[in-house]
């Protein structure tokens, strides 16, 4: 990953590092600038997302944006400082299968820790345990990297040397783990999903990666808002991959440090899609539960609201309860699919919408989105605030002002930024596991800084510093 070469991992940042890092900081502060000064277009910028900035270094002819240039991809997504073929490198836990692939029924041969993807890739369990899969996916993709012929399209590799890595992959299946072991065995203290946790937090904290770092460059998967519920309370310096922050106080997850994915979509890709305006009669389609409590509220408010407009749909259910198939069929004969915040800010509709291809309209103060730093969704989605939502006609005025032109735009960039937002193995160039790794590869400049900082003055301290320097507690730890 190009972020590699711009500073050793250890020991005194190089002048030539400094060159780096001052270019990057510069380049970033053009970049916002120049946002700001336009308004419109939307560069494909994402069709190759680990830019050069020889491409990017062109637009400036006279310090001054051409506008007929608009085609040129506008954002560096990594700045290159060294050969762009740099891929984020991870260093990954062997982690006993109970923590992984046991979880899917895997059993092995007992004495290989990982299966060989190349004879048997075990199934992840399919229906709405599905939208939390990226553990799966990540996970294959890494131990894939090892024995792909091609690495194209790849941003992350799977090393072997944790003194060469970028960051630090705990393989932790802490979605499933809560999904399928939460349930309160007699014979022990806790849930598996409990116990497995302790021995995790127990185990990782005992690596010298972790003591070496404060943890502060590893990666722990917890995209299920309910899962690793009590190792985060002391795994809280890694990076984080959640779908929203939803159920952390921010001193635990934050979006300086964490980092959002979007939910695996349970919905059908609108594959071949030649639906237009007109043929989609449905004007605005929500599909969900009425929660009673938090966000419960706003969705019944939005009902009232609505329920006497004749080209809309508003039912209560689950996409599970009311069969997929439905769903599917809603929000592909839909021109705008309402996501309205339920019991957290985040859920898979928003992921469903954009593969129907069904104009998002998000009504989530608390929302955080996937990529947002390289992704604009205000060319693809509408956001209401909670407060404007619950005003008598506001959203019905609001979606019914919007021109055939501008839904055919937006529709359009559905489809061109939709393949972000796919979770697939083996992986492809710009998908979703791609994008993930890319986003983690932006934060490693930002974990070096916070490691060298820390650094300091714990080369020569004393043993009871170093202890506390591998067991911190949060920031205000109540
Ligand atoms: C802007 O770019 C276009 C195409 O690259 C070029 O033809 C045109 O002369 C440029 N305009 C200015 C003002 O530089
Ligand atoms: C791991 O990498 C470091 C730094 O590149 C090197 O000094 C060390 O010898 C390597 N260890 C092994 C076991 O190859
Ligand atoms: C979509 O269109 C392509 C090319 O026309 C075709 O090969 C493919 O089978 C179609 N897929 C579906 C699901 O209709």
């Known amino acids: 990953m190009g972020g590699d070469r711009c500073a050793p991992r250890i020991g005194l940042l190089s002048q030539r590092s400094m060159f780096c890092f ?37 637009v400036f002819d006279n310090g ?171 795994l809280w310096p890694s990076m984080f991959i959640l779908s929203d922050f939803g159920r952390y106080p921010p001193n635990i997850a934050n979006v300086e440090k964490d980092i959002i994915a979007p939910y695996k979509h349970v919905i059908k890709s609108y594959v071949n899609d030649t639906s237009d305006f007109d043929s989609r009669p449905t004007l605005l389609f929500f599909q969900g539960a009425i929660y009673r409590k938090d966000g419960g509220i706003i969705r019944q408010e939005i009902y009232y609201l609505l329920k006497e407009e004749k080209d809309v749909h508003f039912s ?27 019991d957290t800010p985040s859920s898979n509709r928003l992921f469903d919408a954009i593969a129907s291809h069904c104009v998002p309209v998000i009504i989530s103060n608390e929302i955080e989105l996937p990529y947002e730093d390289v992704l604009d969704y205000s060319e693809f989605c509408i956001f209401v605030r909670n407060s404007d939502a619950v005003k008598e006609n506001f959203l019905i005025n609001l979606v019914r002002s919007i021109s055939r032109d501008e839904w055919t735009r937006m529709w359009t960039r559905l489809q061109e930024i939709e ?41 020569f301290q004393s043993p009871a510093e170093k202890h506390w320097i591998s067991f911190p507690l949060p920031r205000n730890f109540p």
């Open 22 to 58: 001052f270019t990057l900081a510069s380049l970033l502060f053009i970049i916002s600038w120049l946002s700001i000064l336009r308004s419109t277009g939307r560069p494909n910028f994402l069709d190759s997302p680990l830019l050069t900035n020889s491409k990017f270094l062109g």
């Open 64 to 234: 001054v944006r051409n506008r007929s240039n608009d085609n040129v991809p506008r954002k560096t997504i990594l700045v290159k400082c060294g050969n762009n073929k740099d891929r984020l490198k991870v260093y990954m836990y062997d982690l006993p299968p109970v923590f992984h692939f046991a979880l899917l029924g895997w059993k092995g041969d007992g004495k290989s820790v990982w299966p060989d993807l190349r004879t048997e890739v075990p199934h992840y369990p399919g229906g709405l345990n599905s939208q939390h899969s990226i553990e799966y996916y990540l996970t294959l993709d890494l131990l894939s990297s090892e024995f792909a012929s091609n690495l194209d399209g790849r941003s992350a590799i799977r090393v072997r040397n944790s003194s060469e890595a970028d960051v630090i992959f705990v393989p932790f299946f802490s979605c499933i783990s809560y999904n399928r072991f939460s349930r309160l065995n007699p014979h022990q203290k806790g849930t598996n999903n409990n116990l497995l946790q302790q021995k995790l937090v127990k185990y990782v904290t005992a690596q010298e990666e972790w003591k070496k770092s404060g943890g502060r460059d590893h990666i722990i998967l917890a995209h299920h808002p309910n899962s690793l519920l009590d190792a985060r309370n002391q």
């Open 316 to 342: 209560f259910g689950t996409v599970q309860k009311d069969g997929i198939g439905t769903a599917t069929n809603g929000m592909h004969s839909s021109k705008f699919c309402l996501n309205i915040a339920g």
């Open 419 to 459: 393949h972000l937002f796919e979770y697939q193995y083996p992986s492809q160039k710009g998908d979703a596991v791609q994008m993930i790794w890319q986003a983690v590869a932006r934060k490693v400049p930002a974990i070096r800084l916070k490691v060298h900082r820390s650094n300091r003055y714990s080369r």
